[in-house]
T-cell receptor, first 114, second 111 residues
Framework: GAVVSQHPSRVICKSGTSVKIECRSL??????MFWYRQFPKKSLMLMAT?????????EQGVEKDKFLINHASLTLSTLTVTSAHPEDSSFYIC??????????FGPGTRLTVT | DAKTTQPTSMDCAEGRAANLPCNHS???????VYWYRQIHSQGPQYIIH???NNETNEMASLIITEDRKSSTLILPHATLRDTAVYYC????????????FGTGTSLTVIP
């Protein structure tokens, strides 16, 4: 099946710094990718929809200036957590649509802010 | 997208069939039923999806009731590696539509 990768798989950063997470569709082109966040023992929460060549669409309550999304190509979307704080520590997961109806998820990125 | 309700947790003996129910009573006519699972600290894995007919693939079978208000995911011979959280999601067929995850069912396969 289709493969989606994320980089890095885990990252530790200091409070106040920014960190970028990459999401790539390896064997298909994805005009739309999605970013989720998952806290321990909780379900995935959709953060935003990333559209190639246009601005991302954010879910209610998600700060677009804090979580910067760039979808510059059909195989790459990036999520930048700006001025990270300990409460931003979470498991971040991306997904990409593979036509016609399937959506494939990346392996996730574990962010720890100290 | 329609909401779904699933039992919080279930146990299944290894080698037996695991039947995971899902209620989606407000599903609309052109919404599909998708099943994903998530093993601890990994991304969700696609299992199967369907519209109104029963579906089967190498991983599982999906049984959708005639009124489409509920469905059951069947893992025919559960193994220890099937221990995971299983999510039932409904969404429109348009590939641009996002998934909204519920709480899922935590399945534990017991040796």
């Amino acid at each position: 099946g289709a493969v989606v990768s994320q980089h890095p798989s885990r990252v530790i950063c200091k409070s106040g710094t920014s960190v970028k997470i990459e999401c790539r569709s390896l064997d298909f082109q994805a005009t739309t990718m999605f970013w989720y966040r998952q806290f321990p023992k909780k379900s995935l929460m959709l953060m935003a929809t990333s559209n190639e060549g246009s601005k991302a669409t954010y879910e209610q309550g998600v700060e677009k200036d804090k979580f910067l999304i760039n979808h510059a190509s059909l195989t790459l979307s990036t999520l930048t957590v700006t001025s990270a704080h300990p409460e931003d520590s979470s498991f971040y997961i991306c997904s990409a649509n593979s036509p016609p109806n399937e959506q494939y998820f990346g392996p996730g990125t574990r962010l720890t802010v100290t | 997208d329609a909401k779904t309700t699933q039992p919080t947790s279930m146990d299944c003996a290894e080698g037996r069939a695991a039947n995971l129910p899902c209620n989606h009573s407000t599903i609309s006519g052109n919404e599909y039923v998708y099943w994903y699972r998530q093993i601890h600290s990994q991304g969700p894995q696609y299992i199967i999806h369907g519209l109104k007919n029963n579906e089967t693939n190498e991983m599982a079978s999906l049984i959708i009731t005639e009124d489409r208000k509920s469905s059951t995911l069947i893992l025919p011979h559960a193994t220890l590696r099937d221990t995971a959280v299983y999510y039932c999601i409904v969404r429109f067929s348009n590939t641009g539509n996002q998934f909204y995850f519920g709480t899922g069912t935590s399945l534990t396969v017991i040796p």
